[in-house]
């Protein structure tokens, strides 16, 4: 029985020891994100009173990329008909050569 008490007394020393290195490592990880914290906060606050000043330049700032995606979509839609043409073409001519072929193939069976 002794036995049995001074072992589970060591686990439990054991235990504690662990514990407190949990907690000295959670106490620094604490002081450690509270630092983070401080840091995002103040960031926060100097991007809220930049905020105000900067609101007619990221209004420009997206008046322009609006103007450069409309000169881009219609510049796609101009890209996409003419492709769409060129396959029209390219088929005309397929049909076109393959219908030679045929008379080519009727020819050379009179011949």
Known sequence: LVQQTERSLQLMTQRALEAENDVEKLKQEVLTLQGEL????VENENLRAGQT???GAAKHN????LQS???IITGANLSIRQ???GTESLNFVAELLKSTGKISDVEAEKG
């Open 38 to 41: 401080e840091t995002s906060k």
């Open 83 to 85: 492709l769409v043409s």
């Open 62 to 65: 997206i008046d322009f990329a």
């Open 53 to 55: 000043t900067d609101v």
């Open 69 to 71: 995606l409309h000169r």
